[in-house]
């Protein structure tokens, strides 16, 4: 059975730099795209970034530039780098693994930004 856990969330300064986990357990890693999405209090969820089985990465807006997401095949790991983050980046941030028919979300992690 597939599972994720997040972690590397806390409380940072505006302009500081968080990087958050994703660590996957199960079999076929690569074979996953591996998503991170946040929800902040009273919004929508809404996707931060994506990485496909191949590498290739997708960004939202309100991110590119300040945010990189990558992966370690070898460690079944998916990382978030974030810097330069602002009070608005703070939300619950959650991993996806999606590889049909397999849909698996984390519990989450908190990011809040306040000076």
């Known amino acids: 059975q597939v599972h994720v856990v997040e972690s590397g969330g806390g409380l940072v300064q505006p302009g500081g730099s968080l990087r958050l986990s994703c660590s996957f357990f199960?079999?076929?890693?690569?074979?996953?795209?591996v998503a991170w999405y946040r929800q902040a209090p009273g919004k929508q969820r809404e996707l931060v970034a994506d990485?496909?089985?191949?590498?290739?990465?997708n960004y939202a807006g309100s991110v590119k530039g300040r945010s990189t997401i990558s992966r370690d095949n070898a460690k079944n790991t998916v990382y978030l780098q974030m810097n330069n983050l602002k009070p608005e980046d703070t939300a619950v941030y959650y991993c996806?693994?999606?590889?049909?028919?397999?849909?698996?979300w984390g519990q989450g992690t908190q990011v809040t930004v306040s000076s």
């Open positions: 996806n693994a999606v590889r049909f028919p397999v849909n698996a």
């Open positions: 990485i496909a089985t191949g590498g290739s990465t």
């Open positions: 199960g079999s076929s890693f690569s074979m996953y795209v």
